[in-house]
């Protein structure tokens, strides 16, 4: 990566510990439990973090 996408490889890093975190408690808490939703409400976080981090790469690359 570029020293400009400095920034954003650190919101992809932070959008991978909330996927990883945020599925494998879900999968170790019962289905019932708080503690399972807020474990999937934060994977998805994760998820669309990634995402838009992903984009703004690619829109950032694209200006160039």
């Known amino acids: 990566m570029r020293p400009d996408d400095h920034p954003v490889r650190g919101f992809l ?3 991978f ?3 990883g975190g ?3 408690m879900a999968a170790v808490n019962p289905p019932t ?3 399972f939703v807020v ?3 934060s ?6 973090l990634v995402l838009a981090s992903a ?3 690619r829109w950032m690359r694209r200006e160039r």
């Open 22 to 24: 945020g599925f494998l």
């Open 17 to 19: 510990f909330l996927v």
């Open 13 to 15: 890093q932070i959008g």
């Open 39 to 41: 474990s999937v409400c």
């Open 33 to 35: 439990s708080p503690e």
């Open 55 to 57: 984009l703004l790469v």
């Open 43 to 48: 994977g998805l976080m994760g998820v669309f």
